[in-house]
């Protein structure tokens, strides 16, 4: 009787090289996977993707700002040079014994830091009258179609204030690293007949 012999020699040793091989490939394949994944979780991890934008911020302490008006509709603002005057007015003289409005803002500028590409924020500033008279505020203007602004009563009376909530949207165009946006508007205040307010950011992409 004649037994068949088990299979010896190149051909077993060569099948275990090609799965050895293999074996081989599929890790590396697994490693470039992870890599890949890794670093395009990381990028968005620095775009901004996993973070949130803050709430709101405000200019001045609550507790020491004067009551909110509501003697007028609200104002809205946004990117308009035809309200941009070519030159800014001048300061008119205090008619004698006349009640005139006096604006008084606790801030006039902020800076949000640094924000991401994706991410709108916003930041209220404060607009006070002091003065005797009601205050009336026109031609609120922005310096780019990134921000727009909304001041919640155009006219406010002695002793009130109103609200102006500035927005920048970081992703309205490819600005990034330190951007500057202007704010403006008109008053009938004859000390400060036209204002300006500033906000920055650093924004990262």
């Not at 074996?23 to 993707?49: D, E, Q, T, Y």
């Amino acid at each position: 009787m004649v037994q068949k012999s088990k299979t010896t020699g190149p051909h077993r040793g060569n099948r275990h090289l090609r799965r050895e091989r293999g074996g081989h490939l599929w890790k590396w394949i697994a490693m470039v996977a992870a890599l890949v994944i890794g670093l395009g979780l990381f990028n968005l991890w620095r775009s901004g993707a996993f973070a949130s934008p803050p709430p709101p911020s405000r200019s001045g302490d609550s507790a020491a700002l004067l009551p909110l008006a509501q003697a007028g509709p609200p104002l809205q603002g946004g990117h308009d040079p035809a309200l941009i005057p070519q030159t800014s007015p001048k300061p008119q003289p205090v008619p004698a014994n006349e009640p005139v409005p006096r604006l008084d803002m606790p801030e006039s500028s902020h800076d949000f830091g640094r924000i991401y590409a994706r991410w709108t924020v916003s930041h209220i500033f404060a607009v006070q009258n002091t003065g005797a008279a009601d205050l009336v505020i026109r031609n609120l203007v922005t310096s780019c179609g990134c921000t727009t602004a909304e001041l919640s009563s155009r006219v406010i009376p002695p002793g009130h204030r109103a609200d102006l909530t500035v927005t920048f949207d970081a992703d309205y165009h490819p600005a990034r690293g330190n951007v500057t946006r202007l704010v403006w508007f008109a008053t009938n205040d004859p000390n400060q007949p036209w204002v300006e307010v500033r906000i920055t950011a650093d924004v990262r992409r």
